[in-house]
């Protein structure tokens, strides 16, 4: 859709549409530099103020992966009204909140829209210093990939939507997946923002709607790059192939599939399917020396970040994605 508009040509604008950035990027006067973003989503959990502390989460997640940090925001609504109490609102905006205050930026206000489901997210301003920005186009051959957050929001996601998490056979209830997803949601990626900002990385990303592999294949055509994924490193969310072999695949997964099978190789189905899993919410992806990525992957694990070594990038066609077990 974008390709018809006209691209902005303003040298103010760091960071603009152009390479499938997570957020824009704004040249100020005094040195440092803007980055604004903004996103919102349907409910996908039925606690309205979880919704709404993993919805700021998400949207202030695109900030910290440009390597800025958020310092307002404004709150985005589309509510049915005649149908949903606004009691129910005023506990998703709690959440929002939440997080807001987890993260140290204000929520400033915002506006809601009469809509025929509900919808809440935010648009997040934030600054950066230009020597510590993070795009998808600096990654370097032979760098090392890091992944700050498991992997299987979506298919738990999917199997909460069609309220079957306690009931589908794979052998007794899935709370501990539900739990473990909830603490990942929430958990916002400042630290890991910190940890790629210190060990000098090159290009960062995160991991939402196009799956690990989709965000990947972004940075990797950005950098002029193909990429080496470990797919047994890749940290996942507990019983995630439960849920696999239970048929929980997102429709939003599946399509992010669709479009990479021509730039995959090697991998199974049941490997394709999970590294594409549509997240929210989710992790950093990063690039950097490979020294540098084990230290990254240290101090995120002691602040109780899932974080590994998945991969790393190399010399070839950009946009290829070789996965290796």
Request: aromatic share 4%; hydrophobic share 45%; charged share 20%.
């Amino acid at each position: 859709m974008l390709r018809h508009l006209p691209k902005p040509d303003n040298a103010n604008l760091l960071v603009g549409s152009e390479n499938s950035d997570d957020a824009a990027v704004w040249k100020r006067s005094e040195g440092k530099a803007l980055v604004a973003t903004a996103d919102f989503f349907t409910p996908i959990v039925d606690d309205p103020v979880l919704w709404g502390e993993i919805s700021a989460a998400n949207a202030a997640s695109d900030v910290y992966a440009m390597g800025g940090e958020p310092l307002f925001a404004l709150n985005l609504v589309a509510w049915p009204k005649d149908k949903l109490p606004l009691e129910l609102l005023n506990q998703v905006l709690s959440g929002g909140q939440r997080a807001a205050d987890n993260g140290d930026w204000v929520v400033a206000g915002g506006h809601t829209v009469d809509g025929p489901e509900p919808m809440y997210g935010m648009s997040v301003l934030g600054e950066v210093d230009p020597e510590d920005l993070l795009t998808n186009q600096g990654g370097q051959s032979g760098e090392t990939l890091v992944l700050t957050k498991p992997i299987g929001t979506g298919l738990l996601a999917t199997a909460v939507k069609q309220s079957q998490p306690d009931a589908i056979a794979i052998g007794g209830s899935l709370e501990i997946t539900y739990e473990a997803a909830i603490q990942e949601m929430t958990r916002l990626n400042a630290a890991a923002a910190t940890a790629a900002t210190r060990v000098k990385a090159s290009a960062a990303t995160d991991v939402t709607g196009f799956g690990l592999l989709g965000h990947l294949h972004e940075l990797t055509m950005a950098s002029g790059l193909m990429a080496t994924v470990d797919t047994d490193a890749v940290p996942l969310l507990p019983r995630v192939h439960d849920l696999f072999e239970a048929g929980f695949v997102a429709g939003g997964t599946e399509r992010n599939l669709s479009f990479l099978e021509p730039h995959l190789e090697n991998g199974s189905h049941m490997e394709r399917i999970i590294l594409s899993d549509a997240q929210t919410s989710g992790g950093l992806l990063f690039s950097c020396d490979s020294g540098a990525a084990l230290d990254a992957v240290a101090e995120l694990r002691e602040s109780g970040h899932d974080a590994a070594v998945v991969g790393t990038l190399n010399d070839g066609p950009a946009g290829k994605i070789f996965l290796a077990s």
